[in-house]
């Protein structure tokens, strides 16, 4: 395992952290996050598909908005079910990733622990 800041996450183990944070069974085949059992689970990549992570920013009330064409970047912030606090992810450019971050975050806290596998997958 390898103890990794949450917001420093991207690809596939932002991918892979979502999952789990979901709780979902998580394994990588050919480099792509997959969830279900490796016979007949499904592709699950919420940075690149707004279908998943819409889902996520639905269910979970992620509060996403865009700083201005001066900033170019996306805050994503929710209400830590453990803390009441809110989580906030500030100025990333990319809007699904700044929703995973925000939502993996709120979940695991600012580390998260990552087996060295999937580590060496990514």
Same mark, same amino acid.
């Given at each position: 395992?390898?103890? =990794?800041?949450?917001?420093?996450? *991207?690809?596939?183990?932002?991918?892979?952290?979502? +999952?789990?944070?979901? @709780?979902?069974?998580?394994?990588?085949?050919?480099?792509?996050?997959?969830? /279900?059992?490796?016979?007949?689970? /499904?592709?699950?990549?919420?940075?690149?598909?707004?279908?998943? =992570? /819409?889902?996520? #920013?639905?269910?979970?009330?992620? %509060?996403?908005?865009?700083? @201005?064409?001066?900033?170019?970047?996306?805050?994503?912030?929710?209400? %830590?079910?453990?803390? @009441?606090?809110?989580?906030?992810?500030? *100025?990333?450019?990319? +809007?699904? =990733?700044? +929703?995973?971050?925000?939502?993996?975050?709120?979940?695991?806290?600012?580390? =998260?622990? #990552?087996?060295?596998?999937?580590?060496?997958? +990514?």
């Amino acid at each position: 395992m390898k103890r =990794i800041e949450t917001s420093t996450l *991207n690809g596939l183990l932002l991918d892979w952290a979502t +999952a789990k944070a979901l @709780g979902h069974e998580v394994f990588i085949h050919d480099r792509v996050v997959m969830i /279900g059992n490796p016979k007949d689970g /499904g592709y699950f990549h919420p940075t690149t598909d707004w279908r998943i =992570i /819409g889902s996520i #920013i639905d269910n979970n009330k992620v %509060d996403l908005s865009y700083n @201005g064409i001066a900033c170019n970047t996306w805050n994503a912030r929710l209400v %830590d079910k453990k803390s @009441g606090r809110w989580v906030c992810v500030d *100025n990333h450019e990319n +809007a699904l =990733i700044a +929703a995973c971050h925000c939502f993996v975050k709120s979940i695991f806290g600012s580390y =998260i622990d #990552i087996p060295m596998n999937i580590l060496d997958s +990514a």
